[in-house]
């Protein structure tokens, strides 16, 4: 029994060594094979981001378009730093405005419609990344920087559209105000006026997401990111590709 369980142990312990040699040979294996990360290097990176903010109760986004320049350390660390602005405005309120302009000479409705807006100006930050590869094409990536947002939109005066009257001529005859003949707003004690403001956020800006190897030089990335500066919070959802040179 003592022979047999000896040889017993001596199997197992020479299974036991084998693994380890299996195992380390794999790792070696993997350590040394191509793959498509790119390594060291400079990088560009294009891309979109759709912003939104807590801050903003109408639930608008901004689709900013972002360019960025990176140096990648090794294929799993990388700084980068990016600008970026809207590519279109976010509308958050329009009003029109209906009125005859001179009812003796036409009676001819026009209009005139005052919007609202807001986008992002400029965006400008700085970042480290870490990716975290699952194999030679995918890949997850977290990221963490300083980000500065300047917006920038247009504040018209509130009113409620007095409309001219259906038959300004009649309405003439029967005494009718200028306001209910021609429903000019500065007629019926509305001055309309438009204002301009910006506004600057900054704040530190953490990211998250997934990247795809499409070459050993270009990679696709999907991410989700947060930034807060004192009460207010943005968020982004961000598609995009990076270019290793």
Known sequence: ???????ILKVFYMEIRMFKRIFLTSAVCLMVSPSLYAGEGFGLKLGIDSVGSDEFSSGERFETLKLGASYHFNDFAEISMSAGTSITDSVTLSQTDTFINNFQRSSEV??????D???VDSMYSVNVRFNIPFNENYGLFVS????QLNIEGVLNTRFDDN???NNPDEAFLNGASDCEITGIESFCGNTLSTLKFEESFSGFVGEAGLFWNVSEKISIYASYNSMSDEDVNFSSVSV???FIF
């Open 1 to 7: 029994n003592s022979v047999r369980r000896s040889v």
């Open 110 to 115: 026009s209009e005139i419609t005052y919007e």
């Open 117 to 119: 807006t807001i986008s």
């Open 144 to 147: 963490g920087g300083y980000q």
């Open 163 to 165: 409309e001219p009257a």
């Open 240 to 242: 995009g590709v990076n």
